[in-house]
DNA sequence: CTCTCGCCTGTTTTT
DNA sequence: CAGGCGAGAG
């Protein structure tokens, strides 16, 4: 990118595509910091730096029309697309089946993913009558979920070749980052954008290939010469992150894997600290070592806690950790998990903010209709819900229908709901407070003190509480940054997941986060914690035959280490609150011993002892006759 | 219509 | 353990 700008390349004529947030951001960082000492860091807002899927979400609000869709269409996330399935299916199976949402949105996600239409018969008898109706339910809802967003996309350059031709004047120059994990539909995307020019760049490794799950192919970059025939491929084969014994263990493990395209990494400097093997016996003991390791580390080394990361490979597993720092007042903060917005409270003022600008989202609107409980139950809403099926429109316009008919005890709720939309509707297009409407809207619907009254204890309340306020405050910034419109802002909160907000200014602690969630970052300091046999690799993965993706995520793990690396397992981790026994993961036997370091998490850390030596069957061994006893 | 209680089920990874 | 969901009392 710093390139091209150099080339006197117009920055609005770049387009670089990522996968996750964090790492678009990582990658406008360092752009910014390469060209500002030639170029106002002001002038590049306009070049797009992002994922796919924000990428899609600008360009369908421009052009979605086109595709029959209205322009102020919903993003539905998966706790959307599960409540729109569960209805689907209640429709179609009866409200009894035993058929699994999950189960049928990871299919339907599946096929999205190759570009498919629709699922396969084979997939489940019901499957493909479910992927219909869903997608007429979202199409009717005006609403479309994450892979749509990606698949139409493609049909609009598909076949509009007006939009196609104007997005490849727009976008002249394309750059993918982690190639290695684009599915079918991201590739075509890219194949569109740029079989014409030829002007494009992608950066992969085969053994970071990790999300096979959302159907990525690695295919794609190892075969990139295939669709770009004089393409030329430069071999990055010098590791600047890790340590030479960081390296070797990541080599060790990674040349397990058959199927991979061969290189030779290699990294300068002194070999670097051991890598420590920790074995703990619980995860109490576990979390306990690892905060105590941190604070010494940070002492000794004079650190700040950026320089920390606690690795996982499920989100669960922050917890103990979580709890252990807040013991000792370590600032932290947690990436992914139950995202910020994904909580109940936000989830509902959302809500409103989605039913005020699309009024025809089903989803929702029949989350707040009754929330706070306006005398709208159970009785009522089936019948909204019939009625808007029979005449095949949205609940919105069956409440419109419904409030004129008098009778029953709902009447007055339905017409203080109707009312109420409209009346912020009004506002929200009128004024631009939009916080303060919020405000206002929350305040005449009692939703503080709703929360109050529903809240178990007075910690979740107020907890509760500061979500929204936390929510509102967002809101107001984006508003006195005048960065874009209230669509934009619901659609950053949906494709986003919630930073904290001082991120930038004063460091924001230690890290906790997924392997998944890591890819593309470093840290001085590397704990890749719960490295157990049926944790990573994970017992699905086993089962599924995909055992050597968790090699690939193990790898990812450890070369995100510059200087230490600390691998750590348990003997015993409770699980759904039972004590189960645990093993360490096979994985681990296939480091190479010298460079690698045993530890007791039972003695203190300024008595560290190396264990005698470590020999997995004798520890095996161990664990059996304890288990037996 | 509202709310509480107790049973149940699940935990891979992300946009 | 925790959140979702259905049953049943008020």
Request: hydrophobic share 40%; proline share 2%; with cysteine.
């Amino acid at each position: 990118m710093a390139y091209l700008i150099e080339q006197g390349i117009a920055p609005a004529n770049i387009l670089a595509l990522t996968f996750t947030n964090k790492a678009a951001r990582e990658m406008k960082e360092r752009f910014i910091s390469l060209i500002k000492d030639d170029h106002d860091p002001k002038s590049m807002k306009v070049l797009f730096a992002g994922t796919f899927h924000s990428f899609c979400v600008r360009i369908l609000r421009e052009f979605i029309e086109k595709l029959d869709y209205n322009k102020n269409f919903t993003i539905y996330d998966e706790s959307d697309q599960i409540a729109l399935l569960k209805q689907v299916i209640g429709k179609l199976a009866g409200a009894n089946s035993d058929i699994d949402a999950n189960k049928i949105k990871f299919l339907i996600g599946l096929a999205k993913n190759k570009g498919h239409e629709a699922p396969t018969a084979a997939n489940g008898e019901l499957a493909p009558q479910i992927f219909q109706r869903y997608q007429e339910g979202l199409k009717l809802r005006n609403a479309v979920d994450f892979d749509d967003l990606l698949l139409l996309a493609v049909r609009l350059m598909k076949e509009h070749p007006d939009v196609l031709d104007a997005l490849r004047q727009r976008y002249r120059y394309l750059l993918v980052d982690e190639y290695q994990d684009t599915n079918q539909t991201q590739f075509e995307i890219v194949r569109l954008l740029a079989s014409e020019s030829k002007n494009i760049c992608v950066v992969g490794d085969d053994d970071q290939s990790i999300y096979s799950w959302r159907g990525a192919e690695s295919t794609h970059i190892l075969e990139f010469g295939n669709f770009f025939p004089n393409a030329k491929t430069v071999k990055l084969e010098q590791n600047y992150r890790c340590t030479p014994n960081i390296l070797k263990a990541a080599n060790y493990v990674i040349k397990n894997n058959s199927k991979r395209h061969l290189k030779q990494l290699w990294a300068d400097g002194a070999d670097g600290d051991k890598i420590r093997l920790v074995a703990s016996a619980g995860e109490q003991e576990e979390a306990a070592w690892v905060v105590a390791e941190i604070l010494n580390r940070r002492r000794i080394d004079n650190l700040s806690w950026e320089s920390f990361a606690i690795l996982y490979r499920a989100n669960h597993l922050s917890r103990t950790f979580e709890l252990e720092l807040r013991k000792f007042r370590i600032p932290y903060r947690v990436i992914g998990g139950l995202g910020f917005y994904e909580r109940r409270e936000v989830k509902d003022v959302v809500a409103y903010l989605q039913v005020i600008m699309n009024p025809s989202d089903d989803i929702s609107l029949l989350r707040i209709i009754n929330q706070p409980a306006r005398g709208i139950g159970k009785v009522t809403l089936e019948e909204l819900i019939r009625g808007a099926r029979e005449a095949k429109h949205s609940i919105w316009e069956e409440v419109q229908l419904q409030r004129q008919r008098s009778g029953g005890r709902s009447q007055a709720g339905l017409e203080k709901f109707s009312d109420l939309i409209h009346r912020y509707h009004v506002r929200f297009q009128q004024e631009t407070t939009w916080s303060q409407i919020m405000k206002d809207l929350l305040e005449e619907i009692g939703f503080f003190e709703d929360i109050r009254r529903t809240s178990k204890d007075n910690n979740e309340a107020s907890s509760r509480c500061e979500n929204v306020q936390e929510f509102v405050s967002s809101l107001a910034e984006f508003e006195q940054k005048r960065e874009g419109t209230l669509q934009d802002f619901v659609d950053n909160l949906r494709l986003e997941q919630k930073e904290d907000k001082d991120e930038e200014k004063d460091g924001f602690g230690v890290t906790l986060m997924t392997l998944h969630a890591a890819k593309g970052l470093e840290f001085r300091h590397v704990f890749l914690v719960g490295v157990e046999e049926g944790i990573l690799p994970h017992d699905r993965s086993k089962l599924e035959g995909n055992v050597e993706e968790e090699r690939r995520l193990f790898y990812v793990g450890i070369t995100r280490a510059m200087k230490g690396l600390v691998l750590s397992y348990c003997d015993k981790r409770r699980r759904y609150g039972q004590e189960e026994p645990r093993h360490p993961s096979s994985f681990l036997t296939e480091l190479p011993q010298d460079v690698l370091e045993h530890i007791s998490a039972n003695s203190t850390l300024t008595e560290v002892k190396p264990e005698v030596a470590f020999d997995r069957f004798s520890a095996l061994k161990a664990k059996l006759s304890a288990s037996g006893r």
